[in-house]
């Protein structure tokens, strides 16, 4: 499945849309097929065996069903998610592209697959010099609440650094990963030691991009030792 005739920015935009509608279409389903099973447990018992009461209990059966088979469809794309991941990381990436564009285009119930596909598709863009889709999706995925299958929010805030500088935005870079240096208890957000190689290298790149050299010049007593370490 590609997407290549479509101009790239739009491309993105309508696939960030699209993605956008169908986590809140997922998120209104699980309201009334959970609505709907609990009112066949219940309204059926206060009716008792009219016709009404037996309407209910066969509405809360269909919506059992219907979630079941909405589940065993999720966790069959959240398998394809995390096949994707492991292809982009091989550096597979069109293959990567096909598992997740076919996970953007169809349902999930599941938001963390749905937006761990965003992830992968961000990656793969990343790879492909294709920076400004890249970050319009990471961009997506850190707007959203809910976590994602793959990808934590470090990195997704890393990637949308790398890609905002690349594509000609070193402000908006800039303003991508200052979060990453609050301090914060919250072990979600400690980096660990590759994602601090890729803060640092970022760092350096920004710098130098806006002319600070004399910032270039004082980290280099703490960047050397992280540098060796490569």
Not at 131 to 158: D, M, N, P, Q
Not at 162 to 190: N, V
């Amino acid at each position: 499945m590609t997407l290549s005739a479509t101009p790239p920015g739009l491309e993105a935009g309508r696939l960030v849309r699209s993605a956008g509608q169908r986590l809140a279409l997922a998120r209104v389903a699980v309201f009334v097929l959970a609505g709907l099973v609990l009112l066949s447990l219940f309204v059926p018992q206060l009716l008792g065996k009219d016709r009404m009461g037996d309407v209910v209990g066969f509405a809360g059966l269909a919506a059992a069903a219907v979630w079941v088979l909405l589940g065993f469809n999720a966790a069959r794309q959240g398998r394809r998610v995390r096949e994707a991941a492991a292809l982009a990381t091989l550096g597979r990436s069109d293959l990567a592209e096909q598992r997740a564009l076919a996970t953007l285009e169809g349902f999930c119930l599941l938001r963390p697959v749905t937006l761990g596909a965003a992830v992968v598709l961000a990656r793969v863009r990343q790879t492909q010099g294709r920076h400004a889709e890249a970050a319009r999706l990471a961009a997506f995925v850190l707007s959203r609440r809910e976590r994602t299958l793959t990808g934590g929010k470090r990195t997704i805030r890393l990637l949308l650094g790398e890609s905002l500088l690349a594509a000609g935005d070193p402000a908006g870079a800039s303003t991508a990963i200052r979060p990453l240096y609050s301090p914060s208890g919250d072990k979600d957000q400690q980096l660990d030691l590759d994602e601090a190689l890729r803060l640092l290298s970022l760092q350096l790149r920004l710098d130098a991009a806006a002319g600070q050299w004399q910032s270039l010049y004082n980290a280099l007593p703490t960047s050397m030792p992280m540098v060796e370490l490569l």
